[in-house]
T-cell receptor, first 115, second 115 residues
Framework: SQQGEEDPQALSIQEGENATMNCSYKTSINNLQWYRQNSGRGLVHLILIRSNEREKHSGRLRVTLDTSKKSSSLLITASRAADTASYFCATPDAYSGAGSYQLTFGKGTKLSVIP | GAGVSQSPSNKVTEKGKDVELRCDPISGHTALYWYRQSLGQGLEFLIYFQGNSAPDKSGLPSDRFSAERTGGSVSTLTIQRTQQEDSAVYLC?????????????FGPGTRLLVL
């Protein structure tokens, strides 16, 4: 079942501008994670925000979480051409057995940063 | 240390043939996940392995799909009698112990094309 839904589906900005992507989810979460994917290949973990956190920073990334609205946002400041990629939010869904958690991903926001 | 590796990078096969995809997780990681990313479908969970526990196969789309993990390390995903709808990027991920707060580290994926 779809958990995260990113918005917008595609975003095109000029280098140096800020990029904001949003994610909405449906059920209660323990944490929410953001990943980046270049050219349809491997995913790179960017940041994890826990359900009791409201904001988290990592370099040029800023993530917010509003559990009352079941939404999160990823802000990339001073964007660079190298930031061009697809960005996904993901939440862990519990497996009722051995206690491991697969991730449920949204469909992603495709970001294009124009030099 | 080395990240998650997958082979082959690309695989083209004819409809009806069997294929095997390989994943080498990060050394010491006990949890291993397979995901599939189809065009326009986003990422979907297929199967996970956690130590010596029975795998969670709840995401496998049909009985043509199977996976094994030998010696708690390398994993092979097998698709029998491939169909065109199996064309996708197959991503493997591993994490230290599969806990809900853990980061999953992804491999570069295998791009499968079924003709």
């Amino acid at each position: 079942s779809q958990q995260g839904e990113e918005d917008p589906q595609a975003l095109s900005i000029q280098e140096g501008e800020n990029a904001t992507m949003n994610c909405s989810y449906k059920t209660s979460i323990n944490n929410l994670q953001w990943y980046r994917q270049n050219s349809g290949r491997g995913l790179v973990h960017l940041i994890l925000i826990r359900s009791n956190e409201r904001e988290k920073h990592s370099g040029r990334l800023r993530v917010t979480l509003d559990t009352s609205k079941k939404s999160s946002s990823l802000l990339i400041t001073a964007s660079r051409a190298a930031d061009t990629a697809s960005y996904f939010c993901a939440t862990p869904d519990a497996y009722s057995g051995a206690g491991s958690y697969q991730l449920t991903f949204g469909k992603g926001t495709k970001l294009s940063v124009i030099p | 240390g080395a990240g998650v590796s997958q082979s082959p990078s690309n695989k083209v096969t004819e409809k009806g043939k069997d294929v095997e995809l390989r994943c080498d997780p990060i050394s010491g990681h006990t949890a291993l996940y397979w995901y599939r990313q189809s065009l326009g479908q986003g990422l979907e969970f297929l199967i996970y392995f956690q130590g010596n526990s029975a795998p969670d196969k709840s995401g496998l789309p049909s009985d043509r799909f199977s996976a094994e993990r030998t010696g708690g390390s390398v994993s092979t995903l097998t698709i029998q009698r491939t169909q065109q709808e199996d064309s996708a990027v197959y991503l493997c991920a591993s994490s230290y112990s599969g806990g809900v707060r853990e980061t999953q580290y992804f491999g570069p994926g295998t791009r499968l094309l079924v003709l």
